[in-house]
């Protein structure tokens, strides 16, 4: 059965902390892997990973995909509290020649501490 | 655990039919949601519901309805499908207002031809 598991369940952090992250997955027919911030209204989409070993940045947050060991990390640098947030990783599957399905792990929810 | 069950993994539609998705949640949750999504765009919200009878438009409402006649059951209606339509399609439910610790169903892909 296809599985997302993210650690740790739940962090704690002081403002200007970095952190970071995880997102293991034992899918087959891997085609993607998504980070999202889960927010009031709908989660906000982060990064879309598809090739191991590449870097992918955005501000305070980056993030890479290892997909021979099957994992991907989400680091944020400098925390501020509007970084409190649970965040979500989903792994898109291939199903024959069309797109697949989406398989989430629970996330990890975020406090950052003033 | 949640459990966040959506009818269908895959459906293939004709332009014009009339298609329900289905979503059941099985832990009393009030609120409900559907997304889509689309590569490179992320989730965009559709409707969402808090409470029976109870909805509100989300981002993308066009060419869908909803309705949320028992608690645990939130239907997405695409009224007449059209190819615009094909995506992802994900329902997701909450404890709290809000989506931000919301459970997500496994997703239904919907292919329009």
């Known amino acids: 059965e296809d599985k997302v598991v993210q650690s740790p369940l739940s962090l704690v952090v002081h403002e200007g902390d970095t952190v970071t992250l995880n997102c293991s997955y034992e899918?087959?027919?891997?085609?993607?892997l998504l980070w999202y911030k889960q927010e009031k209204k709908a989660p906000t989409f982060l990064f879309m990973l598809?090739?191991?070993?590449i870097e992918k940045k955005s501000g305070r947050l980056s993030s890479i995909l290892d997909k021979k060991e099957l994992f991907s990390i989400l680091n944020i640098t400098a925390t501020q509290t509007g970084d409190s947030a649970v965040y979500l990783c989903a792994v898109e599957t291939n199903y024959g020649g069309s797109q697949g399905n989406l398989i989430f792990g629970k996330g990890t929810k975020l406090s950052v501490k003033p | 655990d949640v459990k966040v069950t959506q009818s269908s993994r895959y459906l293939v539609k004709r332009t014009g039919e009339k298609v329900f998705l289905e979503c059941v949640q099985d832990?009393?949750?009030?609120?409900m949601f559907w997304y889509r999504q689309d590569p490179g765009l992320g989730l965009r919200l559709i409707y969402f519901s808090y409470d029976v009878k109870m909805k509100e438009k989300g981002d993308i409402p066009e060419g869908y309805s909803v309705s949320r006649e028992k608690k645990e059951r939130f239907s997405l209606i695409l009224e007449s499908a059209s190819t615009n339509q094909t995506s992802m399609y994900l329902c997701?439910?909450?404890?709290?207002?809000?989506?931000?610790?919301?459970?997500f169903g496994q997703g239904t892909r919907l292919t329009v031809v």
């Open positions: 899918v087959t027919n891997f085609r993607s």
């Open positions: 832990m009393d949750h009030e609120n």
């Open positions: 598809t090739s191991s070993g």
């Open positions: 997701a439910s909450s404890l709290f207002q809000g989506a931000d610790e919301a459970f």
